[in-house]
């Protein structure tokens, strides 16, 4: 069983940087990819980024040059650096993790609560 909490949201105007954590009870790194997914208000989830096992990353569009994602083995925490923020970047983050195939929603086994990043204009 893998616990998954994320930290590291708040307010911050456009153009500014914050960084999000995620922090896993178990073990899962080098073992589950870790996607982070984001939901705007009234909108569904999206893919925002991922690491996978073996550490290779994806990123979406709209985050590209923006966002990076980076890992801790030591403290098993994966973290997203989140610089240039504008205001459609405003979400709930959530981190998860799975070791099936795929990057829906639907593929993921474990859920984090969700972190609030809102970016003024």
């Known amino acids: 069983q893998v616990q998954l909490v994320e930290s590291g949201g708040g307010l911050v105007q456009a153009g500014g940087s914050l960084r999000l954590s995620c922090t896993a009870s178990?073990?899962?790194?080098?073992?589950?990819?870790l996607v982070w997914f984001r939901q705007a208000p009234e909108k569904e989830r999206e893919f925002v980024v991922l690491t996978d096992s073996r550490g290779r990353r994806s990123y979406a569009n709209s985050v590209v040059g923006r966002f990076t994602i980076s890992s801790d083995y030591a403290t098993n925490t994966v973290y997203l650096q989140m610089n240039s923020l504008k205001p459609e970047d405003t979400a709930v983050y959530y981190c998860?993790?799975?070791?099936?195939?795929?990057?829906?929603?639907?593929?993921?086994?474990?859920w984090g609560n969700g972190t609030l990043v809102t970016v003024s204009s």
């Open positions: 178990g073990r899962f790194l080098g073992t589950y990819k």
């Open positions: 998860a993790a799975s070791r099936r195939t795929g990057t829906t929603e639907d593929a993921m086994d474990y």
